[in-house]
């Protein structure tokens, strides 16, 4: 006990229920009721471990008692046995102290130093995991996760009134276990208000404070981005708490260049941070997946496989649903279904993404949406430019790492923005030249064709070199920008002489090519970027403004140059002229692509290519990113 | 030894084998038999594990044994040393005696209690796990299954002679690890008959006892379902005794509506009977799989899977091959290659589907099969109709938490059952308007299409309130039927417009739609619902008989209302007047789909058309169930 | 220790720096550096580990001494609390003898019996593992390897500076852990020179006696092999290294019948390789992945797929780089750029192949490349009868369980190697008449197809009877062949009328079916085989030379009896006749397929045509095999 005793004998102890023998001592007086009645006197509880006997001989003449009084008592003896024998004060003018039991609560980054003690532990349960012999209880406070073992039998939850959540009191012996510490339970209580609530806010505020992102400065001055950086502080510090609360993210990227500069970043500094704060090594494998995106929005079978693992994790492993975490993609409205979907579980999801955004659709679903739209900026400001920016607040580990990063990004989405210069000049002095960032951009590319929608972790570290292998990054990938280059040039083989030419209303030269007809099938690169690559060659050839469509048998890539195309407005239009060709898509304002039932394909060119030589003319409009 | 000893001098007493010198006393006579001469005197064996020496001295004058030679001898002495002496006894009017060794055989469920004491176990052994160090033999007597562990050497196979599905006598002590308990083996013995014999009669008894299903009640009275009780009975027995004896179940199932309210509630059930029959929470993992079929039939590359990892199973995890349960699939010739397949293998196969069965070509190779044509009914009774009434007969547990599910069935195959206004009275007991069922089967086949071929275990337990969370359920299903309803509704927009009509000779009204073509391709719904969705449209407008057919490059759905089809004939007639044209197919009766070489559509279209056009008008045949 | 001490007063012991006090004796003198000076005298080393005190009253009256100085000392005591007592040693007339410490080096395979001793291993690092707790580290010596934990905190490396494939000499308790031995580090020291390159020579030195193969004589004398078994052995040599130094093994096969009986019997010669060189019973499952290969070569995206699991399995697991095994693939230039995207890490290739070899191209890349090409022989001579050689010189337990193996080899690529019949004539006494091994080739493929892109093992074994169950295969062949035959007779029904006939200016019959058109798409046989089978019925039929191409799409299957095609050659003669059209392809020289872009289909054909009909004819040129 560590509360002074106190001499004054008019002093009556109320014991809390949970005070031990420990609370008690001879001469001290308490509260008590009578809990049996016997021959030779009564038995009283003070507490609900502390009991003894008042004596018969020690009563008033005129005493009577029944179970469920109150009286005061005096402790007068505690016998060899361990009995109690207290005797009763008469009297009412007492002074009523109030004794709790005063744990000495550990904390968990104390644990390793304290093998072979009974401590008290206080936090909330992280995760809840059956195995085939014990429970096991992660549980959190301020300092960290302790795993917390309880066996009832093999195979069976203990204590299944405790939640996942839930925030617990634990009682237990500080073990090792294949050198990880670990407590064995010897008693877990779900605790309640005042004292639940009490937790939970100081548990809150401990991971407030630890989840404040690190102060950075940026890599470059650029005011465009600057608007950006509270914005991205903010997803910094919803990342770090979700980390420190133990909470899986699922990372879904777009499958490109841009996609993989935002998202490789990302990963490793989530990476670092987790394990800087979970003891677990296993635990980055559990708490973060990075995935890259079918489609170039998210697709509702993608979600619903996302929340299908999710559940599954939860009923197998007794972790909490992950949070989503979108980059690159989740700006438009065609996101939203999927976002509706996940919104009917605990799922937060946050968004960063630079394609034109439709905040009305997307804002209701996510919990916080990072686009340079929104700031009065443009796709200028790539995605991986704004994540560079947003792991160097996640991780403070990061520094120097990331130099090159940027300029890969914005060669990949051929970005025009004012700090491309400089992002080069970075980069330069990490010792990129911009050749070489432009090999990095066409290696990437070619390595996410081939991974499919394997993430292919290690593999892209190296071609990115973000947490990968310098040597071999300076050796792999001018050989995969020269196999890109090369299967690049086999597809315009089969395609050049099949592209068919026009000049329109608006004076730009129309190119089009069936992209399924004139390329190899399956083969890199696909559609989208064949598409591109004869568009670039086009600008080039020409000098003049530049529309080329690349059609497939229910779909077309779209690129310009020069013409102010509002895709999104030609989707609508067209869908509004054509009823049953259901037309959908998406993408930049100039460059993009649409979808649409192949029955109606001929029609469907035909509306979109009266649009596009009504289009206006625009100098500005040169040389947009590809989607 | 707990049999009583005689003092009668005239008992000789005959050992088994196994006896060891507990089950002699000096004093006791025994029938011996001469295992060696030596220069003073004989040795005798009285039991394969006790001998002893008869000295010359105590033998007749005139006496002269050789090795073989039987004798009855008394126990004399035991020395110190352990060493026993016996002498001859003389004359042959004896009552002879039989003594075994009187084992105290554990039952595997009290183990628990006998933590530290060496025991004896009987059993079959059920699985034979080689890990990286022990040998981990799982040995199942009457009242549950105990890993017994046994170490030759570091992942060396200990005790090879020792097969899965052997039965034997272990010897061993009792420890626990992790919190489960398990058997230390110091002996292991594969048993011999008449021993094996009787254990695995006292096994198969145990099995028997414990696999008899449920008592049920039918959720409502419907003599159509009635006829097939004692069929499903006979499926819930089978899996109760699967179980029970740790064989695995591969559940394929058809991946839409009806075929979820299938195959749910007998997942849950039979989840739940595992873990009331075994230790291991990992149990229903790895004694459980329910699959989704890709096709409307099982397909041999469905069957290759299944049989490989049933193979790989058993050669890594020691495992039994599994039971092969089809729900909502199976009754048709189309299933049989693949069950002969598997016939190859040990693999029972049960089977409970509703389409129109062909039982001649099936019985020969399935274990039950309940089918309703079989019974005199049809497909107005669902598969889950059925298996709603088989999962409670496998768990008591499920009572009220399938009252829903059987409306939910026969509204996605729009049964039109008797019952079916009965079963919609007991869901809305059960808090379930028309309304909402119809949603939630439009929510589960929605979910079945995003989900592809994943099980989605979870998720589909919420959409269908088996097992899942019952706040999600209301909230979910409005919301994925909302989507399902907009997806339909696009993929009609796009096809609407293209519909033809003509009346053909039987003045039914034909529909046809290219759904490749005039669909919008790789998203909800896939052609056999955008095909059904136009002729539920078509039946409303005209109110006429309709045939509607959605046609692709190599297959054509066909719908069918108030005209008398023979889909299995048509096929059968088409592949016959078509040769080259490879025409095969299923379904029901009047609704199915076919499929032919892509080079002979036209002809194979023609032809089934004017076969349509042929087909009896019959008014009671309207709003038949879609496969 | 172990050497000898010597009496002469003249002897000074110089001790290597790790010598403790083991290695000093009162009485000895040894060379000693100062390394502090106090008021009463100074302290010297004489090895890292042994220091003492030259006592001021024992030094010489005008002695002065600086840090660094060296003298000569003398061992005058060892106190009772160990500290040491030296002496200065006048003069310089010394003989210096080097001690250093003798360790009693520990083999990996006497660790079972010194349980519980401190020992010494020296090996090189063959895995570093991280898991929750400990690092383990698996150290390779001459005799085994041997798990050596270490444990820093939770997760944490230990012993960070120790990296896979270093050298360490390790100090540790040996103790068992779930019945297998290990090595609880007490220390951890990467070697230096010259003690580490003596110790990879000895490692380089036991592995290479142990890697030296099995000593074979051929299944049949055959010249046209003979000249291939020194390449063989050299292939068997670096298999047998690759197990013993445990790197992983992952082996690409051609998915057909010939890839199969080459890749199988490989596997379980490798399989029982490890089981008897490594205890750990996973060994095979994590050191050997064999996986069919998509295409007829190995594609980029395999390659890139295959790498990107060895670098997670590095990360993860902290396993070595792969081994690629190429079998039945790998000798063309389409392999090569998969090649050399893995010459970028450090992965070793080796091919077994006998498609038309390009060794130019493609030995660069790989370190054994064996081919009948690269000696005069031709495809005669099949990857299966190769490999069953290959096996049997990898593991000794093969014996007689290959026999039938070559002949389903040949029947399976249709050789007309003059060895046939001797194959043959073994398979037959070995119980396979040739209507059965030709029933195993069907069911090959069959099943191959089937598992599409699944090794399905144990499957497989059984099928070809190689490490399987010789009943079940008995039971399994004839109806999977019987199978396969329905399916090859389905399709020809469907082709059959469709095939077109013409005879071209050589003389010879072509003929020519649209496989996409007038087959079932997706179903067994694919195109190439279905193309095969007709093209077979047809030189049955005619007794006359005969082409026949199977068109699809984009894609077309070549196949020729009596005509001397050069299929190579005429890819390339067709690229610059037709520049747009995209065409590649290989194969065998008359047998093979070519692919183009869908647009110029015809244009190829036509061309294809062409060519085909001024080739010469050849009696010679009969029943090619099937690629």
Redesign the interface.
């Given at each position: 006990m560590s509360d002074s005793r106190s001499d004054d004998r008019s002093v009556v102890y109320r014991l809390s229920p949970d005070c031990t023998s420990d609370a008690i001592e001879v001469g001290e007086r308490y509260h008590a009721r009578v809990n049996g009645v016997v021959e030779y006197g009564v038995f009283v509880d003070v507490s609900k471990h502390v009991s003894g006997l008042v004596h018969e001989s020690d009563m008033p003449e005129d005493a009577s008692y029944d179970v469920g009084d109150d009286l005061v008592v005096e402790l007068a003896a505690v016998r060899d046995n361990g009995d109690l024998s207290f005797e009763p004060v008469a009297g009412d003018d007492f002074e009523t102290v109030e004794r709790s039991v005063q744990y000495d609560v550990a904390a968990v980054e104390t644990l390793?130093d304290r093998v072979g003690d009974t401590v008290h532990l206080e936090g909330e349960v992280a995760q809840v995991k059956?195995?085939?012999?014990?429970t096991i209880f992660r549980v959190r406070d301020e300092t960290g996760i302790a795993p917390c073992t309880a066996?009832e039998?093999?195979?069976?939850r203990a204590y299944p009134e405790v939640d996942l959540e839930d925030v617990v009191h634990v009682t237990g012996e500080v073990e090792t276990?294949?050198?990880?510490?670990q407590v064995e339970i010897e008693d877990i209580d779900v605790l309640d208000d005042p004292a639940a609530t009490d937790l939970r806010d100081r548990l809150a505020a401990a991971v407030a404070e630890r989840a404040e992102p690190v102060e950075t400065e940026p890599l470059v001055e650029w005011p465009a981005l600057s608007g950006l950086r509270n914005d991205l502080r903010e997803v910094a510090r919803q990342l770090r708490k979700t980390v420190l609360e133990s909470r899986p993210i699922r990372m879904r990227h777009h499958a490109d260049g841009d996609g993989m500069c935002a998202s490789v970043p990302v990963q490793l500094a989530l990476e670092q941070f987790i394990d800087a704060t979970h003891?677990?090594?296993?635990a980055k494998?559990h708490l973060l997946k990075r995935l890259p995106s079918k489609a170039p929005y998210y697709e509702?079978?993608d979600a619903?496989?996302d929340?299908?693992f999710g559940?599954?994790d939860?009923?197998?492993h007794g972790q909490k649903l992950p949070l989503l975490l979108m980059l690159d993609n989740g700006s438009t409205e065609e996101d939203t279904?999927a976002y509706?979907?996940l919104d009917?579980?605990d799922i937060p999801i946050l968004v960063v993404d630079h394609h034109h955004p439709d905040p009305e659709a997307v804002d209701p679903f996510v919990d916080a949406h990072v686009n340079p739209y929104l700031h009065g900026e443009d796709y200028r400001i790539t995605t991986g430019m704004m994540c560079v920016e947003l792991a160097r607040m996640i991780s403070p580990e990061l520094d120097g790492e990331l130099d090159h990063v940027p300029a890969v990004a914005g060669l990949s989405d051929r970005s025009k923005a004012d700090a491309m210069s400089d992002y080069l000049a970075l980069a330069r002095d990490a010792g990129y030249d911009e050749e070489f960032l432009h090999d990095i951009s066409e290696a990437l590319d070619y390595?996410a064709y081939?991974?499919?929608y394997?993430s292919?972790?290690?593999?892209v570290n190296?071609v990115l070199n973000v947490g990968g292998d310098e040597e071999?990054h300076r050796?792999?990938v001018p050989?995969?920008a020269e196999?890109a280059e090369t299967a690049v040039d086999?597809?315009l083989?089969?395609?050049?002489?099949?592209v068919e030419h026009r000049t329109v209303a608006n004076d730009a030269n129309l190119y089009t090519i069936?992209v399924?007809?004139?390329?190899?099938?399956f083969q890199?690169p696909a559609p989208g970027k064949t598409t591109g690559e004869i568009h670039d060659e086009k600008v080039v050839e020409t000098g003049e403004p530049v529309i080329t469509i690349g059609v497939g048998p229910?779909f077309a890539v779209l690129r310009s140059d020069g013409v102010r195309l509002d895709i999104p407005q030609m989707v609508s239009d067209l869908n509004d002229e054509l009823?049953?060709?259901?037309v959908s898509g998406g993408g930049h304002l100039v460059v993009g692509s649409i979808?649409f039932?192949?029955?109606?394909r001929e029609q469907v060119l035909d509306a979109l290519i009266e649009k596009m030589a009504d289009a206006e003319l625009d100098e500005e409009l040169r040389s947009a990113p590809t989607r």
């Open positions: 390793a059956q195995t085939g012999g014990p066996f039998e093999a195979g069976v276990r294949e050198g990880s510490v003891q677990d090594d296993d494998r509702m079978e619903t496989r929340l299908n559940l599954e939860q009923a197998r279904p509706e979907a009917h579980y390595e081939m991974l499919r394997d292919g972790a290690t593999l190296d071999r050796d792999l050989f995969l196999k086999r597809q083989d089969a395609a050049m002489p099949h069936d399924e007809e004139h390329a190899h099938r890199y229910d009823p049953g060709a259901g979808r039932v192949p029955g109606m």
